[in-house]
């Protein structure tokens, strides 16, 4: 049932009981001097008091106590040092200053600094390895955009490559980072293209475009370290890579052909080094073969000369003492090796008798192999008991003179 239903009276929300007072909603002017009398009475001044309804005449508020005054000024100063109170994230470095001047280096983790307008810090990053790409810039997805007023280059014979290269780099000193350069990161940029020019403008287009990539590299290198150390850019430059070495897009294809001709050169040059390797190690093995016949062939005939004059002392000594005998085994040692050497022999005698002829192979096959198959010297007894007994005595003393007459020759 609503409050001002028919037959219920005058009443609204804001009387009290069951009154019929005409009473509305109560007065904002009273609520905000009952706010404002009970800050004063907070803070050691005296409230605004009424009776009946009606304000006092003497208005009453009193000044801010000195208490109030310090709690406010020491909350305020709480906040001014809390602010002060920082975090040193990892793989950061913060640098302190005072009234604007460096002051001190904090390592990760929470330090505090006198607020500003005292002290302020700022925060450096000396783990990230950064990137300055000379030539092109990276896009999204791996995109390049090639920039031609950096890529393009001029070499040592006057002609223009398109040269790309990347150069990775981290901050080695925060403080000659932050303070001593105003933007040591463009400064690398520009040191890395003037020292990538004065390289490539040093070498000829064929060696840049082929085997001379990892020389400019090097060469890029210790150029952009020397100068950013002189400089105390507080920057480390880590690796160069040249991305790419190309010749400018207008004459592209005629590049290609030429290089496919170069490399075939190279290959029908290596094709014939090969052959040429082949052939030299052959001849130098056929020649030291040869030299080591050589070697040997001499060994043997020194070796055999002296087993010659060595056995030549030897028998001369053996003849010394027994003449007779050693001349008469030196006949029949010759000629057993004569005959050795010999399958047939024809002795002719005298007018009338018979043609004898005596089968020296077929004697030896039958010694052969009666011995094993090993080469034996025919008996010179058995040859003399073969021979007819009418001309062997003739032809041994015939052969022995022959013999005396060569000795003495």
């Known amino acids: 049932m609503s409050w001002n239903e028919p037959g219920r009276g005058n009443r609204d929300p804001w009387g009290g009981g069951g009154s019929g007072g005409n009473q509305g909603p109560p007065d904002l002017d009273e609520v905000v001097k009952k706010l404002r009398g009970k800050l004063g009475g907070m803070f050691g001044g005296k409230g605004s008091s009424g009776g009946g309804g009606a304000e006092s005449g003497s208005g009453g508020g009193g000044g801010v106590s000195a208490t109030g005054i310090g709690l406010i000024v020491g909350v305020i100063l709480l906040i001014w040092l809390a602010s002060g109170i920082y975090i040193v994230d990892e793989g950061q470095r913060g640098l302190e200053l005072r009234f604007g001047r460096y002051h001190v280096t904090t390592m990760p983790g929470p330090h505090w600094h006198p607020p500003y307008p005292i002290g302020s810090v700022e925060r450096v990053n000396v783990e990230e390895r950064r990137v300055a790409e000379i030539g092109y810039q990276s896009g999204p997805g791996d995109r390049r955009q090639k920039v031609p007023r950096e890529a393009l280059m001029l070499t040592q014979d006057e002609n223009i490559i398109d040269v790309q290269l990347a150069v990775q780099y981290r901050v080695e000193d925060p403080v000659l980072y932050q303070f001593n350069f105003l933007d040591p990161d463009q400064t690398l940029h520009q040191v890395t293209e003037s020292a990538l020019r004065e390289v490539v403008g040093q070498r000829r ?22 100068t950013m150390d002189r400089y105390e850019t507080g920057l480390e430059v880590i690796t160069v890579d040249v991305q790419d070495v190309q010749p400018p897009e207008p004459v592209q294809n005629a590049f290609e052909d030429a290089i496919m001709a170069r490399e075939d050169e190279q290959r029908v040059i290596n094709e014939a080094n090969a052959y040429r390797n082949e052939l030299v190690a052959r001849a130098r093995g056929e020649a030291a073969r040869v030299r080591e016949d050589a070697m040997g062939y001499r060994f043997r005939v020194v070796a055999d ?8 002392v030897a028998l001369l000594q053996e003849y010394e003492q027994a003449p007779e005998v050693t001349r008469q085994r030196m006949y029949l040692d010759a000629l057993a090796e004569i005959l050795n050497r010999s399958s047939k022999i024809m002795i002719d005698h005298a007018a009338g008798d018979p043609l004898l002829y005596l089968p020296l192979d077929k004697l030896r096959e039958g010694r052969q192999a009666r011995s094993g198959n090993e080469g034996t010297r025919l008996d010179p007894d058995v040859l003399n008991r073969r021979v007819a007994p009418s001309g062997a005595a003739e032809t041994s003393s015939r052969s022995r003179g022959d013999l005396r007459s060569r000795e003495g020759r």
């Open 205 to 226: 287009m064929d060696f840049v475009l082929t085997e001379g990539r990892a020389e400019v590299g090097e060469e890029v290198t210790r150029l952009l370290r020397e």
């Open 305 to 312: 000369a002296e087993g010659e004059s060595a056995r030549f």
